[in-house]
């Protein structure tokens, strides 16, 4: 089963517009929720993370709001520009889970010109 | 530089030969982790360790052994590798658990393929 439910699969935004990417979470018990970004040949890098303690973090950009009550969080990225294309993974974590991360599917996004 | 490093970056291989995976870390952290990515299913633990001799499995463990004789070294091994373990492979570490300790880095990654 899919502890944490990312959509959508794939994203097309012209420059300049905003990007919007959802998650959902089962695990009341997660307390950690980046998101990280993967360009192509690349590993993951941590992009911004955020815990339940705030409902919303905004870095540059890139801002996740969070909502405990709905078990759901989004990754917003205003004023997208072509180098903003890449993977975008959701994920979530324990305190005391050794930093076990549990991942979304993924959706990958296209910023065109 | 602070860096995961994984060798190689690319690998294909027959059915059955055993082959290991390696992956090292210049930065002094506790924890490292092992992880599969597939289409569709995003990026899967697959073991991870706590400290030097102390592992335990993730969520797809089956097929893979992991070792951890020094802080530094987390190898991957495959000691029967069958296609179904083709995939795309990152070795991650962090420092520890809470706040901030809890960013994973990850290395290059490892494509396989297994035939």
């Known amino acids: 089963q899919q502890q944490v439910k990312q959509s959508p699969q794939s994203l097309i935004v012209q420059k300049g517009g905003i990007s919007i990417i959802n998650c959902a979470y089962e695990?009341?018990?997660?307390?950690?929720f980046p998101w990280y970004q993967q360009f192509p040949g690349k590993g993951p890098a941590l992009l911004i993370a955020i815990r339940p303690d705030v409902s919303e973090k905004k870095e540059g950009r890139f801002t996740i709001s969070f909502n405990k009550s709905a078990k759901q969080f989004s990754l917003h990225i205003m004023d997208s520009q072509p180098g903003d294309s890449a993977t975008y993974f959701c994920?979530?974590?324990?305190?005391?889970?050794?930093?076990?991360?549990?991942f979304g599917a993924g959706t990958r996004l296209a910023v065109h010109p | 530089e602070a860096q995961v490093t994984q060798n190689p970056r690319y690998l294909i291989t027959v059915t059955g030969k055993k082959l290991t995976v390696t992956c090292s870390q210049n930065m002094n952290h506790e924890y490292m982790s092992w992880y599969r990515q597939d289409p569709g299913l995003g990026l899967r633990q697959i073991y991870y360790?706590?400290?030097?001799?102390?592992?335990d499995k993730g969520d797809v463990p089956e097929g893979y052994k992991v070792s951890r004789k020094e802080k530094r070294n987390f190898p991957l091994i495959l000691e029967s590798p069958s296609p179904n373990q083709t995939s795309l492979y990152f070795c991650?570490?962090?420092?520890?658990?809470?706040?901030?300790?809890?960013?994973?880095?990850f290395g290059q990654g490892t494509r396989l393929t297994v035939v």
């Open positions: 695990n009341t018990a997660f307390d950690y």
């Open positions: 991650a570490s962090s420092p520890g658990t809470g706040g901030d300790s809890t960013e994973a880095f």
């Open positions: 994920a979530a974590s324990k305190e005391g889970g050794y930093n076990k991360l549990i």
């Open positions: 360790s706590m400290n030097v001799e102390v592992t």
